[in-house]
């Protein structure tokens, strides 16, 4: 796992695996699992301003209604620019794939983009 800032983070591919690394008065934890999808720039100042992400495990609030797992990218939205993020690795990703039952047995049709990231296929082609 590798922590990254922003400006770090958005440069990543679409597919990368990451939670959100947040810390507060009850500490640090990580929050989701999503799928980052494409970055979003500022046409005018030719800087990343946003990202989609698809939630592929969401994270959750007491009283929060059940969120849709439809795979469909929603954009992250918070502009939080000092948010951090916590990225996982190949060997990261295939260990949380060896937990979930069923998955042992498929061969990921995954390959690492050598950016340290393990990114998954982008829905879009």
Avoid at 36 to 49: N, Q, S, V
Wanted: some cysteine; charged content about 30%; glycine content about 10%.
């Amino acid at each position: 796992m590798k922590i990254m800032g922003f400006d770090e983070f958005v440069k990543m591919p679409s597919g990368t695996i990451f939670s959100y690394l947040i810390d507060d008065r009850n500490g640090r934890r990580l929050d989701g699992l999503c799928r980052k999808d494409d970055t979003i720039f500022d046409a005018e100042e030719g800087w990343a301003r946003d990202f989609f992400e698809i939630e592929l495990v969401p994270s959750f609030e007491f009283g929060q209604s059940i969120p849709n797992l439809d795979g469909v990218p929603s954009r992250w939205g918070a502009l939080d620019y000092d948010q951090r993020f916590v990225v996982y690795e190949e060997a990261d990703v295939k260990k949380l794939r060896s937990l979930i039952p069923g998955t042992r047995r498929r061969k990921p049709a995954l390959t690492n983009s050598g950016s340290g990231a393990f990114p998954l296929p982008s829905p879009h082609g």
